[in-house]
Protein backbone atom coordinates (compact mmCIF):
# COMPACT_ATOMS: atom_id res chain seq x y z
CA UNK A 1 0.00 0.00 0.00
CA UNK A 2 2.93 2.12 0.81
CA UNK A 3 4.57 1.56 -2.42
CA UNK A 4 1.72 2.31 -4.18
CA UNK A 5 1.39 6.02 -2.48
CA UNK A 6 5.21 6.39 -3.14
CA UNK A 7 4.43 5.79 -6.96
CA UNK A 8 1.31 8.04 -7.07
CA UNK A 9 3.41 10.84 -5.45
CA UNK A 10 6.69 10.22 -7.67
CA UNK A 11 3.43 10.42 -10.67
CA UNK A 12 2.32 13.57 -9.56
CA UNK A 13 5.54 15.50 -8.78
CA UNK A 14 6.73 14.24 -12.34
CA UNK A 15 3.89 15.31 -13.92
CA UNK A 16 3.52 19.05 -12.35
CA UNK A 17 7.56 19.67 -12.71
CA UNK A 18 6.88 18.69 -16.32
CA UNK A 19 4.04 20.54 -16.51
CA UNK A 20 5.99 24.40 -14.84
CA UNK A 21 8.83 23.40 -16.73
CA UNK A 22 6.86 23.49 -19.92
CA UNK A 23 4.73 26.44 -18.91
CA UNK A 24 8.31 28.29 -18.25
CA UNK A 25 10.10 27.08 -21.05
CA UNK A 26 7.28 28.76 -23.35
CA UNK A 27 7.64 32.20 -21.25
CA UNK A 28 5.69 31.49 -18.55
CA UNK A 29 8.30 33.16 -15.64
CA UNK A 30 6.50 32.54 -12.37
CA UNK A 31 6.08 28.49 -13.33
CA UNK A 32 9.75 28.63 -14.04
CA UNK A 33 10.80 30.07 -10.92
CA UNK A 34 7.92 27.75 -8.55
CA UNK A 35 9.64 25.12 -11.54
CA UNK A 36 13.11 25.69 -10.33
CA UNK A 37 12.31 26.41 -6.79
CA UNK A 38 10.65 23.11 -6.28
CA UNK A 39 13.04 21.48 -8.07
CA UNK A 40 15.92 22.72 -5.81
CA UNK A 41 13.86 21.19 -3.11
CA UNK A 42 13.66 17.39 -4.58
CA UNK A 43 17.59 18.11 -5.45
CA UNK A 44 18.52 18.93 -1.81
CA UNK A 45 16.92 15.93 -0.22
CA UNK A 46 18.90 14.04 -2.99
CA UNK A 47 22.13 15.09 -2.09
CA UNK A 48 21.69 15.76 1.55
CA UNK A 49 21.49 11.35 1.22
CA UNK A 50 24.69 10.96 -0.85
CA UNK A 51 26.70 13.88 0.86
CA UNK A 52 25.97 13.36 4.72
CA UNK A 53 29.53 13.86 5.49
CA UNK A 54 29.92 17.06 3.86
CA UNK A 55 26.17 18.89 4.45
CA UNK A 56 27.94 22.20 4.12
CA UNK A 57 28.45 21.51 0.22
CA UNK A 58 24.60 20.50 -0.07
CA UNK A 59 23.48 24.06 -1.17
CA UNK A 60 26.78 24.99 -3.49
CA UNK A 61 26.09 21.50 -5.55
CA UNK A 62 21.93 22.36 -5.56
CA UNK A 63 22.98 25.90 -6.92
CA UNK A 64 25.59 23.98 -9.80
CA UNK A 65 22.84 21.72 -10.39
CA UNK A 66 20.13 23.93 -10.95
CA UNK A 67 22.31 26.20 -13.07
CA UNK A 68 23.42 23.31 -14.93
CA UNK A 69 19.43 22.51 -15.98
CA UNK A 70 18.88 25.60 -16.62
CA UNK A 71 21.86 25.89 -18.99
CA UNK A 72 20.50 22.67 -20.60
CA UNK A 73 16.86 23.12 -20.56
CA UNK A 74 16.66 23.07 -24.41
CA UNK A 75 17.68 19.68 -24.67
CA UNK A 76 15.42 18.17 -22.26
CA UNK A 77 13.61 15.30 -24.38
CA UNK A 78 9.75 15.69 -23.30
CA UNK A 79 9.54 12.17 -23.92
CA UNK A 80 12.13 10.93 -21.12
CA UNK A 81 10.80 11.60 -17.51
CA UNK A 82 11.77 15.31 -16.13
CA UNK A 83 13.07 13.91 -12.81
CA UNK A 84 15.48 11.33 -14.27
CA UNK A 85 16.76 14.11 -16.61
CA UNK A 86 17.55 16.32 -13.49
CA UNK A 87 18.94 13.42 -11.82
CA UNK A 88 21.16 12.70 -14.18
CA UNK A 89 22.56 16.08 -14.21
CA UNK A 90 22.74 15.82 -10.62
CA UNK A 91 24.84 13.14 -10.33
CA UNK A 92 27.32 14.09 -13.02
CA UNK A 93 27.82 17.49 -10.92
CA UNK A 94 28.09 15.06 -7.58
CA UNK A 95 30.69 13.28 -9.34
CA UNK A 96 32.58 15.80 -10.19
CA UNK A 97 32.11 17.96 -7.11
CA UNK A 98 33.74 13.83 -5.45
CA UNK A 99 36.38 13.82 -8.05
CA UNK A 100 37.26 17.37 -6.85
CA UNK A 101 37.13 16.59 -3.19
CA UNK A 102 39.30 13.09 -3.51
CA UNK A 103 42.30 15.18 -5.62
CA UNK A 104 42.00 18.11 -3.32
CA UNK A 105 42.41 15.74 -0.28
CA UNK A 106 45.20 13.55 -1.55
CA UNK A 107 46.89 17.08 -2.31
CA UNK A 108 46.50 17.84 1.27
CA UNK A 109 47.53 14.97 2.63
CA UNK A 110 50.07 15.70 6.08
CA UNK A 111 53.80 15.56 5.29
CA UNK A 112 55.16 15.18 8.34
CA UNK A 113 53.71 12.45 11.74
CA UNK A 114 52.52 15.42 14.19
CA UNK A 115 49.89 12.78 15.77
CA UNK A 116 52.01 10.11 16.18
CA UNK A 117 49.26 8.15 18.01
CA UNK A 118 46.95 7.63 15.05
CA UNK A 119 49.67 7.91 12.21
CA UNK A 120 50.20 4.41 11.81
CA UNK A 121 46.41 3.77 11.12
CA UNK A 122 46.22 6.74 8.76
CA UNK A 123 49.15 5.75 7.10
CA UNK A 124 47.94 2.14 6.37
CA UNK A 125 44.53 3.82 5.09
CA UNK A 126 46.76 6.33 2.64
CA UNK A 127 48.58 3.56 1.72
CA UNK A 128 45.47 1.38 1.09
CA UNK A 129 44.32 4.55 -1.26
CA UNK A 130 47.22 5.30 -3.14
CA UNK A 131 47.83 1.71 -4.10
CA UNK A 132 44.26 1.43 -5.02
CA UNK A 133 44.32 4.54 -7.24
CA UNK A 134 47.76 2.94 -8.45
CA UNK A 135 45.90 0.11 -9.52
CA UNK A 136 42.73 1.44 -10.92
CA UNK A 137 44.51 3.78 -13.30
CA UNK A 138 45.83 0.98 -15.34
CA UNK A 139 42.18 0.24 -16.35
CA UNK A 140 39.93 1.98 -19.15
CA UNK A 141 38.40 4.96 -17.66
CA UNK A 142 34.83 3.03 -18.27
CA UNK A 143 36.07 0.53 -15.80
CA UNK A 144 37.75 2.30 -13.31
CA UNK A 145 34.28 4.24 -13.02
CA UNK A 146 32.54 1.41 -12.74
CA UNK A 147 34.70 -0.23 -10.13
CA UNK A 148 34.88 3.45 -8.13
CA UNK A 149 31.25 3.70 -8.24
CA UNK A 150 29.85 0.50 -7.44
CA UNK A 151 32.50 -1.16 -4.91
CA UNK A 152 34.43 1.44 -3.41
CA UNK A 153 31.67 4.34 -3.51
CA UNK A 154 28.63 1.95 -3.30
CA UNK A 155 26.81 2.63 -5.59
CA UNK A 156 23.92 0.74 -7.10
CA UNK A 157 24.03 -0.87 -10.74
CA UNK A 158 21.40 1.41 -11.68
CA UNK A 159 22.87 5.00 -10.10
CA UNK A 160 26.28 3.94 -11.99
CA UNK A 161 24.28 3.15 -15.26
CA UNK A 162 22.41 6.47 -15.16
CA UNK A 163 25.60 8.60 -13.64
CA UNK A 164 27.85 6.71 -16.82
CA UNK A 165 25.20 7.23 -19.48
CA UNK A 166 25.66 3.52 -19.66
CA UNK A 167 23.47 0.47 -19.48
CA UNK A 168 23.13 -1.88 -16.47
CA UNK A 169 24.80 -4.98 -18.26
CA UNK A 170 27.41 -2.22 -19.56
CA UNK A 171 28.32 -1.99 -15.62
CA UNK A 172 28.27 -5.26 -14.83
CA UNK A 173 30.59 -5.79 -18.08
CA UNK A 174 32.77 -3.49 -16.54
CA UNK A 175 33.19 -4.49 -13.32
CA UNK A 176 33.99 -7.93 -14.31
CA UNK A 177 36.32 -7.19 -16.77
CA UNK A 178 37.89 -4.85 -14.53
CA UNK A 179 38.43 -7.31 -11.69
CA UNK A 180 39.35 -9.77 -13.54
CA UNK A 181 42.02 -7.50 -14.98
CA UNK A 182 43.11 -6.65 -11.33
CA UNK A 183 43.47 -10.30 -10.09
CA UNK A 184 45.64 -10.76 -12.67
CA UNK A 185 47.70 -7.69 -11.99
CA UNK A 186 47.74 -8.99 -8.21
CA UNK A 187 48.68 -12.33 -9.05
CA UNK A 188 51.47 -11.24 -11.18
CA UNK A 189 53.27 -8.88 -8.86
CA UNK A 190 52.75 -11.41 -6.28
Do not use: C
Not at 66 to 77: F, G, K, P, V, W
Not at 144 to 163: H, P
Request: charged content about 30%; proline content about 2%; aromatic content about 6%.
Amino acid sequence: MERIQQSEVMRTTESRLHDLLQRGMAGDTVAYRSFLQSTSVHLRAFLRRRLSRWPDEVEDLVQESLLAIHNQRLTYDANVPLTSWMVAITKYKLIDWLRRHARRELRNEPLDDEHELFSSADENASEARRDLATLLAQLPAQQQAAIRYTKIDGWSVRETAAAMDISEASVKVAVHRGLKTLAATLREES
